[in-house]
T-cell receptor, first 113, second 112 residues
Framework: AQTVTQSQPEMSVQEAETVTLSCTYD???????LFWYKQPPSRQMILVIR??????QNATENRFSVNFQKAAKSFSLKISDSQLGDAAMYFC??????????FGTGTRLTVIP | DVKVTQSSRYLVKRTGEKVFLECVQD?????MFWYRQDPGLGLRLIYF???????EKGDIPEGYSVSREKKERFSLILESASTNQTSMYLC???????????FGPGTRLLVL
């Protein structure tokens, strides 16, 4: 069975600081995809970043980057220069060939002005 | 930009009522999905469809059915709503299984 674990239900960060959200997953497949989605309060879920397992290079999107440790099955999200608009629920998700997109339970990020 | 819309942001229904949740996407995506989101449980897949008139059960299909008569529209049906179906329902679409899913704004359903 798939598992995606987000061990931090809540996190907070000072504006302009850096925060890392953790995610671990489990799969026996060699080909899979990992995602971080963001859900702002009362707003639409949007993709933050995507990583293909076959790529060794960590994905980066502006202030958002991942630390993909394939052997450890770890996929953490780093947010640099945090902004008030980064406050949201963040979901880690895994997609394998045999299964559909499977989500973790989410981390609520608060940004302190 | 991909746009996924859902017919209602908020719904209040009575136990036993038949409930229809509609989802429309405008990007000609093959795949469409229905999830429910509950605090502490993340998102769980109810049903998905990879083509018109095709449907597949997800992880929690009990108490739900779906309909996909047109490519752009995917409906979730609660035949007889129950209080344990009070939840946030999210629709998503993607061009293929490996591609990014795009989400609608969600429907918050309260069953009394």
């Amino acid at each position: 069975a798939q598992t995606v674990t987000q061990s931090q239900p809540e996190m907070s960060v000072q504006e302009a600081e850096t925060v890392t959200l953790s995610c671990t997953y489990d799969t026996s497949e060699s080909d899979y995809y990992l995602f971080w989605y963001k859900q702002p309060p009362s707003r639409q879920m949007i993709l933050v970043i995507r990583q293909e397992a076959y790529k060794q290079q960590n994905a980066t999107e502006n202030r958002f980057s991942v630390n993909f440790q394939k052997a450890a099955k770890s996929f953490s999200l780093k947010i640099s220069d945090s902004q008030l608009g980064d406050a949201a629920m963040y979901f880690c998700a895994q997609l394998t060939g045999a299964n559909n997109l499977f989500f973790g339970t989410g981390t609520r990020l608060t940004v302190i002005p | 930009d991909v746009k996924v819309t859902q017919s209602s942001r908020y719904l209040v229904k009575r136990t036993g009522e038949k409930v229809f949740l509609e989802c429309v996407q405008d990007m000609d995506h093959e795949n469409m999905f229905w999830y429910r989101q509950d605090p502490g449980l993340g998102l769980r897949l109810i049903y998905f469809s990879y083509d018109v008139k095709m449907k597949e059960k997800g992880d929690i299909p009990e108490g739900y059915s779906v309909s996909r008569e047109k490519k752009e529209r995917f409906s979730l049906i609660l035949e007889s709503a129950s209080t344990n179906q009070t939840s946030m329902y999210l629709c998503a679409s993607s061009s293929s299984r490996q591609e990014t899913q795009y989400f609608g704004p969600g429907t918050r359903l309260l069953v009394l």
